[in-house]
C-alpha cells in the first residue's frame, strides 16, 4: 500500500530509520518488496533519472504498480532521487511519485534555495513532497561524479534558514557519507556533531543520509576472488554510527551500492562457476532471494521491521 512519506517520517523520527531503495529492473522490485514484506518493513522505492532513462519511466512504473497488487501488505512510498530542475518537472507532471528529490547542492546558497523553493512551489500542488540537499557528497554513482576536493559538509548555521525559505519537506546532509563503494578510504567516518547540531536548530525536521550503504568486505573479496577489481579499502557506513545517526534524526537512509555489489558478485560467480550456462534466470532468481534476505536484514538492523 502507497502511502506519504510524511506519514513514514513522523512515524519513524528517532526511532528507527527507513531503508529508501534504487531499483532499476523487476528483479529488484521483487527481492526489495519481499525483504520488506518478509520483516513487516515500510520502505521507499527510489527511481534515479538514470533508472527512468534506462527502462523507461512507464515500464518502470508499470513494474511498481504490478508490485503494489502483488505485495498488498507492504507499506512503500515512491521518491525521485537526485533530480535536477528538469527531472523534478517530469516527475510532478507525472502524477506518479509521493516524493521528489531536488539537488541544487551544487549552487550557491541564495541559487540552491531559489531552485529548490520553485519546485517546492510546484510540488506542494499536487501533494508530492520534497527533499532538498545542503552540502555536498563526493563519490561517483549513476550520473553523479564528485571529487572529494568538492566535497562540502552541511553547515548547521545555514540549515534553519535554508528549510524556512526553500520550503522543503525533508533534507539530505553531507555529513561524512559519500555515493559509491569508497565511501570512507581515506579513513574518516560520519560527522555526528554535524548532525547533533543541525538537530538542535531544527529539532523534529526529518533528514536524510545519502551514500549509506555498509559495503562488506565479505562481498568485496568474493567479486575480486571471481574476476572482480574492486579497491580493497572500499569501506561503507559504519553500523554503529548509522544508528546513532537515527537518534540525530536521520529519518531516510539510501541504500544502492549494496544492491549492486550483491549484484556483481551474484552474477560474477554464476559465470565462474557455470561457464557453459547462459540462462538468465537462474542468476536473477539467486539475486532476488539473496536481496529479499539482505532487505530483511538491513531493515531489522534500521528497526523499521514490525512497523506495519
Not at 246 to 257: F, Q
Not at 266 to 273: A, G, Q, S
Request: negative net charge.
Amino acid at each position: 500500500m502507497r502511502v506519504s512519506i510524511k506519514s513514514l517520517y513522523l512515524q519513524a523520527y528517532s526511532k528507527f530509520g527507513i531503508g529508501a531503495f534504487n531499483v532499476f529492473n523487476a528483479e529488484q522490485v521483487h527481492g526489495v518488496f519481499r525483504g520488506a514484506s518478509k520483516v513487516a518493513a515500510p520502505i521507499i522505492i527510489q527511481l534515479t533519472p538514470v533508472a527512468r532513462d534506462y527502462l523507461h519511466t512507464e515500464m518502470l512504473e508499470g513494474i511498481l504498480s504490478a508490485a503494489e497488487r502483488i505485495y498488498p501488505d507492504v507499506i512503500f512510498t515512491v521518491h525521485l532521487d537526485h533530480g535536477n530542475y528538469t527531472h523534478c518537472v517530469n516527475a510532478i507532471e507525472s502524477g506518479f511519485y509521493n516524493s521528489i528529490m531536488i539537488d541544487a547542492s551544487h549552487e550557491k546558497f541564495e541559487e540552491n534555495i531559489k531552485i529548490t523553493s520553485e519546485i517546492v512551489k510546484m510540488a506542494h500542488v499536487k501533494g508530492i513532497s520534497v527533499e532538498a540537499e545542503l552540502g555536498v557528497l563526493s563519490g561517483v554513482e549513476d550520473h553523479l561524479s564528485i571529487e572529494d576536493k568538492n566535497a562540502l559538509y552541511t553547515d548547521p548555521l545555514q540549515t534553519e534558514e535554508f528549510i524556512r525559505r526553500s520550503g522543503c519537506d525533508s533534507l539530505a546532509v553531507a555529513v561524512g557519507t559519500s555515493h559509491g563503494a569508497y565511501k570512507f578510504s581515506g579513513g574518516q567516518g560520519l560527522q555526528l556533531n554535524i548532525l547533533a547540531e543541525i538537530q538542535k536548530r531544527v529539532p523534529g525536521f526529518p533528514l536524510v543520509l545519502h551514500g549509506a550503504s555498509s559495503v562488506p568486505f565479505e562481498e568485496v573479496n568474493r567479486i575480486n576472488r571471481a574476476g572482480g577489481k574492486i579497491r580493497e579499502d572500499a569501506k561503507g557506513a559504519d553500523d554503529y554510527q548509522l544508528l546513532e545517526a537515527i537518534k540525530y534524526g536521520v529519518c531516510k537512509i539510501n541504500i544502492a551500492t549494496d544492491m549492486r555489489l550483491i549484484w556483481a558478485r551474484i552474477h560474477r560467480e554464476f559465470f565462474r562457476d557455470s561457464p557453459e550456462k547462459f540462462d538468465m534466470v537462474v542468476p536473477g532468481r539467486e539475486y532476488i532471494n539473496e536481496l529479499e534476505s539482505f532487505v530483511a536484514q538491513k531493515c531489522t538492523f534500521l528497526k523499521s521491521n514490525n512497523h506495519k
